[in-house]
């Protein structure tokens, strides 16, 4: 669509308030010239952030179903987005200010990053790897997206590899099974050549000071809200009225349900000529659902939720719309567990402290390598909530593999109360179970959390603008932005930005996906890594020459 046509008093929907949609609304603003109040986000939660969520409160206890890491070489939309956002708790500095200053004083080196079942701190100076898990490892990264296609990261290497200590830093650090999308392991591997390096120590992570709802949603949420975007919560959509005029897709309306006073009401907002909808398809922390520390999460599917049943409404027939049933449809590769901890005394992370050797916030992730849950614990700066009073702690952590049966616990991570996970920890940490004496634990069920990870054909994703469209765009996970990775704040950020410059036609360049994987500073301290020798146990060279 043309610029000279949106301009004026054009209208713009966005379906779903993820940090994407935020976003996205914010481009439209600050670089379409659009009336922040001709914008309107359509939520269905009480709250907005969608995946980058965090609340609760001390006594009913808090919650976060993620918790980010951010990278600050990279995450270029992001960063250039939320330096004109105002922080909401460092006056007078802007939201990204405030995180280069956290991450000045608050410096992320963890010192306790595998513990072994023996529950010892393992060496993780080496990467473990044998002359053939390099060559795997090479020929990965050197394979072009074509070869890679649909196939999975098992494809591509051997057992042994699985079990080194690099499979375990970088598939816990990023949340990598071995059966999900080898094309996207090897975009990681791309686009994060550059922590390579320190994927042991994690000193590449950045953090933000508080949790992300309160440290990137809400200060862009005000920013919104102070230039009239109205949100509407309780609203869910489910299905656009799709047109064809002259042999392009026209959104004509919106069909959703407004909840009030408790009741939903059908309803359809017309979408006027030249007015917008952009879109979340897909969703990562769809159909979530929260346990306590008496009861086990339910498993939910999309049939709970709007999200899914939506893209694949209005993808039927529309082959340009993406295929959500690839990414919808396959639980039992895309399900894990997250729980949040509330503390009330300061035994557990006293006691955390003191194994790990890292203080709160300095540690990024302690994962219990051996654990048959594969569960990792993360310690974050306190407080991590601005409600959070003097003496009461959180942290979060989760497993990979909630099907199986635990180590301490004989239970599937899946049926496991708050309680048992708790125990669980401590089996693995060798604590008393008193740290834990005023511990409140919330397990969350995440049945969509690495769909976007699952394997995928060309054209499984649509683009952020699909050819033949007149006025939707598609921000989310689940769209094709070249050279980016999934799983990560700033992939939305890209869409959202990708999709609304070409819809409002904005001659601005986006920022270029940095290419640290062309630096030969990087690729010599790759090499150099690839090849480092730790002080534990290692391969003789005899067993690397026959395993050649
Ligand atoms: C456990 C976990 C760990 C993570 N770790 C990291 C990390 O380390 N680093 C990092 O950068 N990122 C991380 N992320 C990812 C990051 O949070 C997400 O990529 C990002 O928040 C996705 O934003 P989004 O706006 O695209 O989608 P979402 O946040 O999923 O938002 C979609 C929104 O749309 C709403 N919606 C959907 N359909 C409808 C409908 N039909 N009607 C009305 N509303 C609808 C949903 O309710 C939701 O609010 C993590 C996320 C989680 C959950």
């Known amino acids: 669509m043309a610029r000279d046509k949106i301009e004026g008093n054009v209208k713009a929907w966005f379906i779903g308030g993820g940090v994407g949609s935020l976003a996205g609304a914010a481009f439209m603003i600050r670089d379409g010239g659009i009336p922040g109040k001709n914008i309107t986000v359509l939520e269905e939660l009480p709250v907005n952030g969608g995946s980058c969520d965090g609340g609760g409160d001390p006594d009913g206890g808090f919650v976060v179903r993620g918790g980010r890491m951010m990278n600050l070489p990279t995450y270029e939309c992001t960063w250039a987005l939320f330096k004109d956002i105002p922080s909401l708790t460092a006056p007078g500095m802007s939201v990204y200010e405030e995180i280069l200053d956290f991450n000045e004083r608050v410096k992320t ?41 649909d196939t999975k ?31 996207e392991l090897k975009l990681y591997m791309d686009r994060f050549l550059h922590e390579f390096y320190r994927i042991n120590t ?95 999460p339910k498993m939910l599917g999309k049939d709970d939720g709007s999200c899914w049943g939506l893209w694949e409404r209005i993808a039927e027939g529309r082959p340009e719309f993406g295929n959500p049933r690839n990414f919808d449809e396959r639980i039992s590769e895309s399900v894990w567990e997250s729980f949040t901890v509330t503390l009330k005394d300061n035994a557990f992370v006293d006691k955390m402290v003191e194994f790990s050797g890292n203080k709160p916030g300095t540690g990024a992730l302690v994962t219990f390598k051996d654990s048959n849950w594969l569960m990792s614990v993360v310690l974050a700066y306190q407080p991590h909530f601005r409600k959070q009073p003097e003496g009461v702690k959180v942290f979060w952590g989760y497993g990979l593999f909630p099907d199986r049966v635990g180590n301490f616990v004989p239970k599937k991570m899946s049926d496991c109360t ?64 070249p050279k980016d990775v999934v799983f990560t704040v700033e992939f939305s950020v890209r869409a959202a930005q990708m999709a609304v410059y070409q819809i409002l036609g904005i001659d601005k360049k986006i920022p270029e996906v940095s290419r640290y994987d062309r630096s030969l500073k990087i690729m010599r301290l790759s090499l150099r890594t690839a090849y480092r020798r730790g002080r534990g146990p290692r391969r003789s060279k005899a067993t690397e020459h026959m395993e050649a």
């Open 109 to 149: 080196r963890a010192k306790a990053r595998l513990v072994n079942r023996q529950r010892e701190k393992v060496d993780v100076e080496t990467m473990g790897f044998s002359f053939r898990d390099r060559v795997e490892l090479l020929r990965l990264t050197k394979a072009s997206e074509e070869e890679l296609g």
């Open 153 to 183: 990261i098992t494809d591509w290497f051997s057992p042994d590899f699985f079990q080194t200590n690099f499979w375990y830093l970088w598939s816990t650090t990023f949340a990598f099974q071995p059966w999900h999308s080898a094309l």
């Open 202 to 296: 994690l000193e590449g992570v950045a953090r933000t000071p508080l949790n992300q709802y309160e440290s990137l949603v809400l200060p862009l949420q005000n920013w919104l809200e102070q230039r009239g975007v109205r949100f509407e919560y309780g609203c869910r959509v489910t299905d656009l009225d799709i047109a064809k005029e002259d042999g392009l897709n026209v959104v004509k309306g919106i069909v959703c349900e407004r909840k009030s006073a408790g009741a939903a009401k059908r309803e359809r907002i017309t979408v006027g000529d030249g007015d917008l909808v952009f879109m979340q398809n897909g969703s990562m922390t769809e159909c979530s659902s929260l346990g306590s520390m008496k009861r086990a």
């Open 418 to 481: 708050g309680e048992e996970i708790l125990a669980e920890i401590c089996g693995h940490l060798g604590f008393e179970p008193t740290v834990f004496a005023e511990a409140n634990c919330i397990p969350c069920m995440m049945p969509y959390i690495t769909s976007m990870f699952l394997t995928r054909a060309k054209g499984d994703r649509p683009l952020p603008v699909p050819a033949g469209t007149k006025n939707l765009g598609f921000i989310s996970q689940f769209v094709e932005v």
